[in-house]
Each structure stands twice: as structure tokens, then as C-alpha cells.
């Protein structure tokens, strides 16, 4: 089994930063991609950031120039550097990770519990 565990998240004012990380444990054999996605009330759960194991990222519209994610390759682990927040950024952040766990099978996705960002007017 894989096991991820989100931290970082809390409230914040405006303007402010959060640095959201997420690890990987268990049985992983490789690592494809991992990212970070959000659902706010009432909303669809929406990516915010991915990155491959090869460093290939993506980012949502609304996310570019203020987040950042990285890591990865190191330490199996995800982070995601948040700057310039807004209230609209207010949602809980799922990691997800698309692992192989064996050499032939394929890879699966996982996903972590879920840390609430909170943005103040």
C-alpha cells in the first residue's frame, strides 16, 4: 500500500504564503507524476499544480506566477510553495501521486486526506 499525508495548510491573510508538502510511503516502486488539486464549498475538486517524475509542470490558470510545485524525485516528496494568496484560494488541497508499485503493473493513483487552506479578506 502507499500512503500520503498532507501538511502545511492553515489560515492565512491576503497577500500572504503557505508551503503545502506532501510524502510518499510505502510500497513504491516508482513514482510517475504527483500533484496537488483543491475543492472549495460546493465546487468540483479542480488541479491546481502536477509534476512529472521527468519535471514536466502544469499549472492552473488562476495559480500561475504564485504557486509553485517541486520535489518529486527527492525523497518522494511533493511540495507546493503557495504566494500571494487570495480568499479565492481558500479550499481543501488533496495530494495525489500516480505510483507503480511492482515493475509489470501499472501505475495507480492515490490520494491523501486533505489539508485546509483558509485565506482572510
Known amino acids: 500500500q502507499v500512503q500520503l499525508v498532507e501538511s502545511g495548510g492553515g489560515l492565512v491573510q491576503a497577500g500572504g504564503s503557505l508551503r503545502l508538502s506532501c510524502p510518499a510511503s510505502g510500497s513504491i516502486f516508482s513514482i510517475i507524476a504527483m500533484g496537488w488539486y483543491r475543492q472549495a464549498p460546493g465546487k468540483q475538486r479542480e488541479l491546481v499544480a502536477s509534476l512529472t517524475s521527468g519535471g514536466s509542470t502544469n499549472y492552473a490558470d488562476s495559480v500561475k506566477g504564485r504557486f509553485t510545485i517541486s520535489g518529486v524525485n527527492a525523497k518522494n516528496t511533493v511540495y507546493l510553495q503557495m504566494n500571494s494568496l487570495k480568499p479565492e484560494d481558500t479550499a481543501v488541497y488533496y495530494c495525489?501521486?500516480?505510483?507503480?508499485?511492482?515493475?509489470?503493473?501499472?501505475?495507480?493513483?492515490?490520494w491523501g486526506q486533505g489539508t485546509q487552506v483558509t485565506v482572510s479578506s
Open positions: 495525489n501521486a500516480e505510483i507503480k508499485t511492482t515493475y509489470y503493473g501499472p501505475p495507480l493513483d492515490y
